[in-house]
């Protein structure tokens, strides 16, 4: 559930042209005062109950809004049980972003092994409204509920092209097809071809079994056969584990930072679809952020 702390200088990389830049210049919160707010929020509901706690975390004004921080609540349900900023969602049991993705499925699956860190696609009230990409963090409280809180990375544009999402999910698709119409073996010989057919303008198929191991990376095949289930992005994000919850749950698509082999491996927002297979390893292939993230 912890993780190391993560600072502006080496932490927070993100791209921006050809740079990966620190935090947007609004920021005025960093990583580990963030931890520290969740922390302190599950003292609270320790220590006065979950009713009294809600009650707080649900407070505009409340004592769990500070500048850019607030704390939301959701629990194994996947329904909203606090959130300051919009009260609507209070009740609501799901969450999609303008992605796609399974946004409260990401976090309960987060939380079920204990909470850290992950991104998510969410208005900016700063903003106005804005859809922008957010770190959050988030633990899980006595399995009955978890809390969260986060920052917004305004300086990374976080949208991609719907049709373009499409055609990630089809060629997945092709794939996973492919696997299962000439097995394992074969498939995965094939996948890790860099000049193969599943290699694409950049795309290409990954693929790792359910304890880790990688089993189809074309562009690090120095990689393949070792275990990644630790692996790690720049800003702390356990995306292995989190690509395979993901899988668990049959399909479905998540962010996280990685090489782009078309920006001679520039660690670059990505946006990945992945699909179980047999129960035992998972496939995927990802879609990367624009060159041009838009400066806020």
Known sequence: MKFAALTCVVAFVFLTVTTIPCLASDQTTSWNEVMA????????????????????FNKPT??????????????FNGTCIAHPINPSLVGQTGLSDINGVDVVGRELALAK???????????????????????IYIENVNDSLYLGSGLYLSNVSASFNQEE??????????????????????????????????????????????????LALPYQPELVGTNRIDAQDPNGV???????????????????????????????????????????????????????????
């Open 37 to 56: 707010f969740v922390d302190e929020g599950v003292t609270y509901v320790n220590n006065n109950g979950m009713e009294k706690a809600l009650e707080e």
């Open 62 to 75: 409340g004592s769990f809004v500070r500048r850019d921080l607030y704390i939301f609540a959701y629990d």
């Open 113 to 135: 092994r204990g909470g850290g860190t992950m991104y998510i696609v969410f208005p900016n009230p700063a903003h106005d409204g804005k859809e922008e990409l957010k770190q």
């Open 165 to 214: 999402r499409e055609e990630l999910v089809a060629y997945v698709d092709e794939a996973l097809q492919f696997a299962q119409e000439n097995g394992k073996e074969k498939a995965l010989e094939v996948f890790n071809d860099a000049e193969g057919n599943f290699t694409r303008d950049g795309r290409y198929i990954f693929a790792y079994d359910y304890d880790g191991q990688s």
């Open 238 to 296: 356990y995306f292995i584990q989190q690509v395979i919850d993901v899988a668990k749950m049959g399909n479905g698509s998540i962010y996280y930072i990685y090489p782009d082999p078309s920006r001679n491996m520039t660690d670059t927002l990505k946006l990945s679809y992945v699909v179980d297979m047999d129960g035992s390893w998972l496939l995927g292939s990802g879609m990367y952020a624009d060159n041009g993230a838009e400066n806020v």
